[in-house]
């Protein structure tokens, strides 16, 4: 892939055999899922540490995001394309995002709710002693406390999602133009790979393996963020 790698690639679209759309799609989806996943993620795993710790609601949501973080991603694209495409009758941008966000939203939940976990418990003796509200205790004391953590759980969920492709063939589509109206077919990365590496074209093949090479990178680069944001907390 490497060879195929030149400037057109970054600002021609696929159907002047380069990638710009499809990158721009690919990080509008993931930014998308992001803004959707995200902030469910906190604050399910939020409440489940802090509000109903030990209960067996929070146990079961638990073993339940345990069992979605293994889910098969084309399980969750069949289930997005049936609540979410098939009523509106055509694939669009949003159902990627969404597909994209639930496959976030179980690795946020877990890490939030064991980084939280580790927060000694003195500190929150010590809010509430001070007649420090209880909300007020868990954004500016616990949260602090827990945000490196926290912020390399939502790293490595944007990586998990970064390169999956199975959930958009089923939601986004495969528009083959630059846009940035989601309520149509969207551009993205992983689905142009995977239609690209089997054409009989030469040149689009070599535009798959370049498109595959930058995944690549860039994954690789979102886990060594993640694994340096560890190391500076330690």
Do not use: C
Request: glycine content about 8%; proline content about 4%.
């Amino acid at each position: 892939g490497i060879e195929a790698i030149n400037w057109s690639i970054f600002t021609n679209d696929l159907v002047d055999n380069g990638l710009r759309n499809l990158l721009i799609g690919q990080f509008i989806l993931a930014l998308g899922a992001i803004i959707l996943g995200v902030p469910i993620g906190m604050i399910a795993g939020i409440y489940l540490q802090e509000y109903s710790y030990g209960s067996k609601y929070a146990e079961f949501i638990r073993n339940l995001s345990d069992v979605m973080m293994s889910a098969p991603s084309i399980v969750i694209g069949v289930f997005v394309y049936a609540i979410v495409v098939n009523p509106v009758g055509h694939m669009n941008g949003w159902a990627g995002s969404i597909a994209l966000a639930i496959m976030m939203i179980p690795i946020v939940v877990r890490t939030t709710d064991d980084m939280l976990g580790l927060v000694p418990k003195e500190l929150r003796e010590a809010g509430i002693a001070l007649g420090v509200p209880k909300y007020k205790v868990i954004f500016d004391i616990i949260i602090k406390a827990a945000k490196v953590g926290i912020t390399t759980g939502i790293l490595l969920a944007f990586a998990r999602i970064a390169g999956e492709t199975a959930p958009l063939l089923f939601t986004s589509g495969n528009s083959q133009f630059f846009t940035l109206n989601m309520n149509q077919e969207f551009p993205s990365l992983t689905v142009a790979i995977y239609n690209l590496a089997t054409m009989p074209n030469e040149e689009l093949v070599k535009i798959a393996w370049a498109g595959a090479f930058i995944l690549t990178v860039f994954v690789l680069i979102i886990n060594l963020l993640g694994r340096y944001v560890i190391r500076e907390k330690k």
